[in-house]
C-alpha cells in the first residue's frame, strides 16, 4: 500500500499511518502522529497502527471465519426481514382497529345526539305533532317515536312519560355517557401517542438504547445433587417492578448425568397461574448440551425472544424435558425475592407434580431487561 500524508499543512506532510477507531470521535478515520497528539489524547487506546489492523483483518480472512460471518450476516438479515414484517403487520392492524374505533365513537355519538334532541328546542312537540298527522309512512312513525323513545317507560304491559324528575336524571346519564367516551378515548389515544413516540425516538437512535439483562436473585437457599429430573417443573411468579420488565431467560440447574441421546428442554410461559390456561405467550425447544457453561451449578437458557411482564401480573413458567436425566436442584424456595413474588401453579393431569412446587425445582433465577 502506498503512503499517505496528512494534508494539515502544520503537520509537514507526516505520514497517515494510524486509524481512529472512538465512535464518538469528530476526527475518527486515518491520521498522523500529530494528528494524535492535537486532538486524540483522550482516546489513545482506540487509535491503532493502520499495518495493525490491516494484519488483524488478514489473519480473520480464513474460510472458516468467512463462513462465521456469512451465516452471521444472513441471520441478521432475517431478523430485519421478520421486523418489516411484523410492522407492517402490526401496522395494518392498527388502522382496521383505528377504523373501527373511529366507526364505533361516530355511532355512539350520533346515538346520543338523538337522545339529546330531546333536551333541544321543540324535538319533543315535532315529534307528536307528526304522529298525530293522518298520512305517515311506516318509517316516519318508527323515526318520531325512536325520537321520543328515551321519554317512555313501559312496565308490566304499562307505558308512561317520564316525569320532571326522571327526565332529569336521563339527561344526567347522557352527560356522564359523554363524559365516559371523552375520557376513556382521550386516555387510550394519547397513551398511544406517547408510546408511538417513543417508539420514533428509539427507531432514530436505536443503537443508544443500552440493553443490559439482569439477574434476579436465586430464589434457593440451597442447591442438592441427584435430581431426578423426568416431568414438567414449573413455577409461577409476579414481577414486584412498578414498570414493564422484559424476561430473556431462565438460569437452569446443572445436569450432573447426561443421557445418551440429545437432550432438550420444552419451554412454554403462560399468562395465569394455570398450566391448563390456553394463552400461552411463548413456546420453544432447547437443546442442551454436556459443553453448556455452569456456574455455581447455574447455567443461562436465553429464550429466543423477550416476554413482556407487566407488574404484579401472574405468569407461570414450564420446561419439560425430553427424557429423564440427574441434575442439581434447589430446596428452601423462597415465596419472595427482590424482584418476584412466586406461588404453585395449578396444573391438569397432563402436567405431573413432580417438582411443580417452589421448594424443589430446577429453575433458581431469572434474567430480564428494564
Same mark, same amino acid.
Given at each position: 500500500?502506498?503512503?499517505?500524508?496528512?494534508?494539515?499543512?502544520? *503537520?509537514?506532510?507526516?505520514?497517515?499511518?494510524?486509524?481512529?477507531?472512538?465512535?464518538?470521535?469528530?476526527?475518527?478515520?486515518?491520521?498522523?502522529?500529530?494528528?494524535?497528539?492535537?486532538? *486524540?489524547?483522550? *482516546?489513545?487506546?482506540?487509535?491503532?497502527?493502520?499495518?495493525? !489492523?490491516?494484519?488483524?483483518? $488478514?489473519?480473520?480472512?480464513?474460510?472458516? $471465519?468467512?463462513?462465521?460471518? *456469512?451465516?452471521?450476516?444472513?441471520?441478521?438479515?432475517?431478523?430485519? &426481514? /421478520?421486523?418489516?414484517?411484523?410492522?407492517?403487520?402490526?401496522?395494518?392492524?392498527?388502522?382496521?382497529?383505528?377504523?373501527?374505533?373511529?366507526?364505533?365513537?361516530?355511532?355512539?355519538?350520533?346515538?346520543?345526539?338523538?337522545?339529546?334532541?330531546?333536551?333541544?328546542?321543540?324535538?319533543?312537540? %315535532?315529534?307528536?305533532?307528526?304522529?298525530?298527522?293522518?298520512?305517515?309512512?311506516?318509517?316516519?312513525?318508527?323515526?318520531?317515536?325512536?325520537?321520543? #323513545?328515551?321519554?317512555?317507560?313501559?312496565?308490566?304491559?304499562? !307505558?308512561?312519560?317520564?316525569?320532571?324528575?326522571?327526565?332529569?336524571?336521563?339527561?344526567? /346519564?347522557?352527560?356522564?355517557?359523554?363524559?365516559?367516551?371523552?375520557?376513556?378515548?382521550?386516555?387510550?389515544?394519547?397513551?398511544?401517542?406517547?408510546?408511538?413516540?417513543?417508539?420514533?425516538?428509539?427507531?432514530?437512535?436505536?443503537?443508544?438504547?443500552?440493553?443490559?439483562?439482569?439477574?434476579?436473585?436465586?430464589?434457593?437457599?440451597?442447591?442438592?445433587?441427584?435430581? $431426578?429430573?423426568?416431568?414438567?417443573?414449573?413455577?409461577?411468579?409476579?414481577?414486584?417492578?412498578? &414498570?414493564? !420488565?422484559?424476561?430473556?431467560?431462565?438460569?437452569?440447574? #446443572?445436569?450432573?448425568?447426561?443421557?445418551?441421546?440429545?437432550?432438550?428442554?420444552?419451554?412454554?410461559?403462560?399468562?395465569?397461574?394455570?398450566?391448563?390456561?390456553?394463552?400461552?405467550?411463548?413456546?420453544?425447544?432447547?437443546?442442551? %448440551? $454436556?459443553?453448556? #457453561?455452569?456456574?455455581? &451449578?447455574?447455567? /443461562?437458557?436465553?429464550?429466543? /425472544?423477550?416476554?413482556?411482564?407487566?407488574?404484579?401480573?401472574?405468569?407461570?413458567?414450564?420446561?419439560?424435558?425430553?427424557?429423564?436425566?440427574?441434575?442439581?436442584?434447589?430446596?428452601?424456595?423462597?415465596?419472595?425475592?427482590?424482584?418476584?413474588?412466586?406461588?404453585?401453579?395449578?396444573?391438569?393431569?397432563?402436567?405431573?407434580?413432580?417438582?411443580?412446587?417452589?421448594?424443589?425445582?430446577?429453575?433458581?433465577?431469572?434474567?430480564?431487561?428494564?
Amino acid at each position: 500500500m502506498q503512503t499517505l500524508y496528512c494534508e494539515d499543512k502544520e *503537520h509537514q506532510d507526516n505520514p497517515l499511518n494510524l486509524f481512529c477507531l472512538e465512535v464518538d470521535c469528530q476526527q475518527k478515520g486515518l491520521i498522523c502522529s500529530f494528528c494524535l497528539l492535537k486532538c *486524540h489524547q483522550d *482516546h489513545v487506546k482506540n487509535v491503532f497502527p493502520l499495518k495493525t !489492523i490491516i494484519q488483524s483483518l $488478514n489473519k480473520a480472512n480464513n474460510p472458516k $471465519n468467512q463462513q462465521e460471518l *456469512h451465516n452471521k450476516g444472513n441471520e441478521i438479515f432475517g431478523k430485519h &426481514h /421478520k421486523i418489516k414484517q411484523t410492522f407492517r403487520q402490526n401496522l395494518i392492524e392498527i388502522k382496521e382497529i383505528l377504523n373501527k374505533l373511529e366507526r364505533e365513537i361516530e355511532k355512539q355519538i350520533k346515538l346520543l345526539d338523538l337522545e339529546a334532541d330531546l333536551f333541544v328546542g321543540d324535538a319533543f312537540e %315535532k315529534s307528536i305533532s307528526q304522529l298525530n298527522m293522518e298520512k305517515l309512512t311506516k318509517l316516519q312513525i318508527e323515526q318520531a317515536i325512536e325520537k321520543i #323513545e328515551p321519554l317512555l317507560k313501559t312496565c308490566d304491559g304499562q !307505558i308512561w312519560i317520564l316525569r320532571d324528575t326522571e327526565i332529569n336524571q336521563q339527561a344526567q /346519564k347522557l352527560i356522564k355517557t359523554a363524559e365516559v367516551i371523552e375520557r376513556e378515548s382521550k386516555f387510550w389515544l394519547e397513551k398511544c401517542l406517547t408510546d408511538l413516540k417513543k417508539l420514533y425516538e428509539t427507531c432514530q437512535n436505536p443503537i443508544k438504547k443500552q440493553i443490559k439483562i439482569l439477574s434476579s436473585q436465586n430464589r434457593y437457599q440451597l442447591a442438592y445433587e441427584q435430581w $431426578n429430573l423426568k416431568e414438567t417443573d414449573a413455577i409461577c411468579l409476579r414481577s414486584k417492578k412498578k &414498570h414493564d !420488565i422484559w424476561l430473556s431467560g431462565v438460569g437452569l440447574y #446443572e445436569i450432573t448425568t447426561w443421557p445418551e441421546q440429545e437432550l432438550n428442554f420444552q419451554v412454554q410461559i403462560f399468562e395465569g397461574s394455570n398450566l391448563n390456561s390456553k394463552k400461552i405467550i411463548y413456546q420453544d425447544k432447547f437443546i442442551i %448440551k $454436556n459443553d453448556m #457453561e455452569f456456574v455455581n &451449578h447455574i447455567g /443461562k437458557l436465553y429464550f429466543t /425472544k423477550a416476554i413482556k411482564i407487566e407488574y404484579d401480573k401472574p405468569y407461570t413458567i414450564a420446561l419439560t424435558p425430553n427424557q429423564s436425566c440427574l441434575s442439581y436442584y434447589g430446596a428452601n424456595g423462597k415465596f419472595e425475592t427482590d424482584e418476584f413474588k412466586f406461588e404453585e401453579p395449578t396444573f391438569s393431569k397432563e402436567f405431573s407434580d413432580n417438582s411443580t412446587t417452589i421448594n424443589q425445582g430446577v429453575v433458581p433465577q431469572f434474567f430480564y431487561e428494564e
